[in-house]
């Protein structure tokens, strides 16, 4: 798949807000800190479109952008971050959960595990939410750039335990160095 335009759509905070259109949509979820918007501003080929940073839980609503004018991305809010308010905490996965339940258009998603972290509880909860709802995940590892060769495949075979995956399930992501960016592409493009 071939980026020719990426533009914003809208922001929601609960389902009544969700676009209603026909394009297949890819979802990408992950802890806060994950580097979902760092990814996805790789993959678009763009430097600041999906807003990034330092702290975590930058990303409170989940967002929207259309590529291509014929598919639609979207960012969902991080979870897990301490320091967010219990109010705001207590909104997010019934609002993921709602989202997972309601978008007939969802054709894939991605899975973003940080490769220096163990998975929980969190990421078993979306792969059985999606999974229940027939929607298809790629585990998406990322800042892989941060590890050595011989770190990285210590790493991947604490992930698999801990999800009780195989091997070909992952990908590996760098927003530092473009990795993984054609693999996703291509994913993006068989789900289309």
Request: hydrophobic fraction near 40%; charge should be positive; glycine fraction near 6%.
């Amino acid at each position: 798949m071939k980026i020719k335009s990426v533009s914003f759509l809208k922001s929601c905070t609960n389902s009544s807000q969700f676009p209603e259109f026909d394009y297949p949509e890819f979802a990408f979820f992950g802890r806060s800190n994950v580097g979902k918007s760092s990814l996805l501003n790789m993959i678009l080929g763009q430097k600041n479109l999906v807003k990034t940073g330092s702290r975590p839980g930058v990303t409170k609503t989940i967002n929207f952008f259309i590529v291509n004018d014929n598919r639609s991305f979207a960012d969902m809010p991080g979870f897990g971050y301490a320091k967010l308010p219990m109010e705001i905490k207590k909104k997010f996965l019934p609002m993921v959960k709602e989202y997972i339940d309601k978008r007939k258009n969802l054709k894939l998603a991605f899975l973003l595990i940080d490769i220096r972290r163990v998975p929980g509880d969190y990421e078993r909860d979306i792969i059985s939410l999606l999974t229940n709802n027939k929607v298809s995940v790629v585990i998406t590892l990322t800042k892989c750039d941060k590890l050595s060769n011989n770190q990285r495949s210590k790493s991947i075979a604490n992930i698999q335990n801990a999800l009780d995956i195989d091997r070909d399930s992952i990908f590996l992501t760098s927003a530092e160095t473009g990795e993984g960016k054609k693999e996703l592409l291509s994913l993006i493009d068989e789900f289309s």
